[in-house]
Each structure stands twice: as structure tokens, then as C-alpha cells.
């Protein structure tokens, strides 16, 4: 199956062109004129990559629709590449660059766009691999077969998939909608309904910030707050470099260390907030020597 690319923009001369190179390239394209449409198209279609304008009805509503894609639990794991006409002087309350903050976007690619910068990032976004694909549809429908008819199959299902990956990737989500005719919207609600399941992939260290009553009134809630300004995660995120996983715990069982936090199987008690930092770089620089 080829991936699928959506873009969104109300430039028709650019998008029937973007579609044109990008259907000769082997990719499956839907295209969208509004921000609106095209939301609902993300959600309806749940594409592998976005291509998404920046200025279409107002200066900033590309921002805005960037922004509630990524705060929907359907579709927060795909990747959008924003294309934009604007320049600097556009004056836009934020910078036109990946990762800020105001802009959850992977690339950032300026009109006119290069053909072969547009494919080389939308290669580098989608990275398909047809053998891995291929795989998981193969053990999808082992899956889909064993549970079969069964009671709470789905939940079964999805269980087995949490298991194998760590956590319930949308792509296997989206295959899983496809295999058992259950709309995306479903599987959805029973993902986030319970807490058990992961929607992201987990990061090498979880951190576990212990909120039992006796580190409560000690200060967890401020070890917390200083985690997540930080490594700008909230609880149940993880980093984007994937390095921590940040969530947070009842008793630890041993309340006289109380606050207490622990990273991996190592426990640190009595812990105050001015060593938060110092604690993560321990292993921000464990990280670096073994990538060296
Ligand atoms: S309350 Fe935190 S370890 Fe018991």
C-alpha cells in the first residue's frame, strides 16, 4: 500500500501541482482548500503525512490547524510539513522554524518549494518500510482471527499490540480500523478510555514522580513542575528525543525518603528542586558518551 499524503492549502495552483509530482512519485495524494476540510479530512483519513499552508483564510490559521491536529489523540503522531509563502517580515507571533513551541511541525519548507526538497522531506517523514508494513498487517490479521467473535475483542487485541511495541502506534491503529471494519473514532475511545494504554512510544527512562500523601506534602508537586518546565512534557508524555518518559505514581514505599522520585529502577529520595537539573543531566550525558 502506498502512503497517503493530504495536503492542505487554498492555493490551487500549488496543490495541483504538489499532487501531480507527488502521485508520479508513487504516493497516494487527497487534497483540501480550507483548514476546515481539511481537519476533517485528517480525521476521517488519517494519512501518513501532511502538507499543510500557513496562510490560507487568515495569516495564522495553518498555526491553528497544526496546533488542534497535534492535540488530538488521533492524529497527534502525524507528521505535517508546513508550507508557507510568508517571510520574516510577515511579522508572525512566533518563528517559522520546526519545534517551536506554537508550531508543532516537523519541516518547514518555503514557496516557491524545490521538487526535490518536497520529496526528500516527505520521504524523511513518512520513512516507509514495506517489509515492516507488510509484517504488522500479517500480524494483525493472525490477531483479528484469533479474537474473532470473541467478547471484548478489540480491547483483547489492542492489548496484544500494547505488548508487543510498548505502546499502541496510530499506523497499527489505522491498519487495525481497516482489518476489522471498526471505524478509527472507536478504537480511539477505547485507547483513551483506559489508562493502561500508551499512545506513545516510551522513552528510555521513565521518570515516576511519587504523589503519595507523605511526598505531596513534601514537595512532589514542585519536583513535578520543575520536571515538566524542563523536558517540556506533561505527565504520560515523553520527551522528543525520546529520552524520558514522565509519569506519575502513588506511594513508592519508601515514604521517608519522602519526595520521592525514580528514574528506571534508581530511587532518589529527599529530592529538592534545585537538583532536578542536575539528576537529568546524568543521564542526558550517559546518553551522549554512549552515542559517541
Ligand atoms: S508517599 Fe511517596 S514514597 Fe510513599
Known amino acids: 500500500m502506498c502512503a497517503r499524503i493530504l495536503i492542505i492549502d487554498d492555493d490551487q495552483d500549488f496543490t495541483e501541482a504538489t499532487q501531480l509530482l507527488l502521485q508520479a512519485n508513487g504516493y497516494q495524494v487527497t487534497t483540501a482548500a ?33 496546533k488542534a491536529i497535534a492535540a488530538d489523540a488521533a492524529s497527534k503522531e502525524i507528521p505535517i510539513v508546513m ?5 520574516k517580515e510577515m511579522d508572525f507571533p512566533f518563528e517559522l522554524r520546526p519545534q517551536d ?4 511541525v516537523r519541516a518547514v519548507l518555503e514557496k516557491p518549494v524545490k521538487p526535490e526538497s518536497l520529496l526528500k522531506i516527505v520521504e524523511k517523514c513518512i520513512k516507509l518500510n514495506s517489509q515492516d508494513h507488510v509484517k504488522t498487517v500479517n500480524q494483525l490479521e493472525h490477531l483479528a482471527a484469533k479474537w474473532k467473535g470473541k467478547k471484548g475483542n ?4 489492542l492489548h496484544e499490540i500494547q505488548n508487543h511495541y510498548g505502546y499502541v502506534p496510530r499506523n497499527v491503529s489505522f491498519e487495525l480500523s481497516r482489518i476489522l471494519e471498526v471505524p478509527m473514532a472507536s478504537i480511539y475511545e477505547v485507547l483513551t478510555f483506559y ?25 512532589a508537586p514542585q519536583i513535578l513542575s520543575e520536571l515538566k518546565r524542563i523536558l517540556h512534557v506533561e505527565e504520560e508524555q515523553t520527551t522528543q528525543d525520546k529520552l524520558f518518559h514522565l509519569q506519575v505514581v502513588r506511594c513508592l514505599g519508601c515514604c521517608g525518603l519522602a519526595p520521592v522520585i525514580t ?5 532518589y529520595g529527599k529530592v529538592k528542586t534545585k537538583e532536578v537539573m542536575d539528576i537529568l543531566s546524568l543521564y542526558v550525558k550517559e546518553g551522549s558518551k554512549n552515542n559517541e
Open 34 to 66: 480550507s483548514g476546515q476540510e481539511g481537519f476533517s479530512k485528517v480525521k476521517h483519513d488519517s494519512p501518513d503525512l501532511i502538507l499543510l499552508d500557513m496562510m490560507m483564510s487568515y495569516k495564522t490559521e495553518g498555526a491553528d490547524i497544526a
Open 83 to 87: 508550507i508557507t509563502g510568508a517571510h
Open 101 to 104: 513551541k506554537a508550531l508543532p
Open 154 to 157: 478489540l480491547v483483547m487485541i
Open 195 to 219: 489508562n493502561y494504554f500508551k499512545l506513545e512510544a516510551p522513552g528510555k527512562h521513565t521518570i515516576s514522580v511519587c504523589m503519595g500523601t507523605a511526598c505531596y506534602l513534601k514537595g
Open 263 to 267: 528514574i528506571g529502577s534508581k530511587v
